[in-house]
């Protein structure tokens, strides 16, 4: 009988693991990659005030390099992508509230930010320079670490870190509405100085015409697209992503095109 009973017992513990397997397992499976195959659409957050990463070209179509990776991924998974567009300070409190599924951006994941969300492996990276007008004496970006000076950069971006770190004795002003309002401020002569990947500066100086790019790289940063820190399944999907696209050279070429050349000029602007 204690025979039978040791069986019951065990029987009913093996039950009982198993129940909790499935649950868990259940668990894991909701969340934002089962409803984007559910809905048959993607969500996606950008920020579309900065070329070559993330803009409207001439026909008044989002695209950039953020934008036709995330297309790509929308293509590739089968389903719909739908890029819903805010200013930078508002990407994140987005992705939070649940109104997108990921971020698509020049995003660096800062020890700040990877506190809040999970960011994907590196998608790109960017170097980060410096520059000003070209009647500025200016020669490097070690020179702008003096007082008096008036350094632009996006609010609450890696480059007003940037600028806080390695130019503490400058004035920082920070600005909304995209590295685009940093340069024409700088074109206008608002500011001194400004600081940015060199994608977006090289897209500046070719602009304004009235710019020029400082000596010297500032900081090399990894940039990813981010999504819900609950959201483990997606962001495993994505390192897988660009692990595929990496291993067939899709993203190489995308990077070549967008952000180690200027040849989307000629197609988007």
């Known amino acids: 009988m204690k025979f039978l009973k040791k069986i019951a017992l065990s029987i009913g513990m093996l039950a009982g693991v198993a129940a909790l397997s499935a649950g868990t397992a259940n668990t894991a499976k909701a969340g934002a990659m089962e409803e984007i195959l559910k809905r048959g659409e ?62 698509a951006a020049d995003m660096t994941p800062t020890p700040q930010r990877a506190a809040q969300l999970l960011f994907s492996r590196p998608m790109f990276y960017e170097e980060t320079v410096a520059v000003v007008k070209n009647d500025s004496p200016l020669a490097k970006w070690e020179d702008l670490n003096q007082e008096g000076l008036n350094i632009g950069s ?18 920082l002003k920070e600005f909304t509405g995209g590295t685009a309002a940093v ?26 015409g009235n710019l020029k790019i400082l000596d010297g790289i500032i900081v090399k940063n990894p940039l990813a697209f981010a999504v819900r820190p609950d959201e483990v399944h997606l962001k495993l999907w994505l390192d897988n992503y660009v692990e595929l696209i990496t291993s067939d050279k899709r993203l190489d070429q995308m990077v070549n095109y967008w952000w180690n050349t200027t040849d989307w000029e000629k197609d988007h602007k």
């Open 183 to 208: 340069a024409q401020a700088l074109s206008a002569g608002r500011i001194d100085a400004t600081v940015s990947d060199l994608g977006n500066v090289t897209n500046f100086v070719n602009e304004f």
């Open 154 to 171: 996006t609010q609450a971006s890696s480059y007003s870190e940037a600028i806080k770190k390695f130019m503490p004795k400058a004035t």
């Open 42 to 103: 993607l969500r996606v957050a950008v920020q579309t005030q900065g070329a070559p990463v993330s803009f409207i070209n001439k026909d008044g179509k989002q695209t950039g390099l953020a934008v036709e990776l995330a297309r790509m991924m929308g293509e590739d998974l089968g389903v719909k992508v739908v890029f819903q567009d805010y200013d930078w300070k508002g990407l994140i409190p987005a992705l939070l509230a649940g109104k997108v599924d990921m971020i």
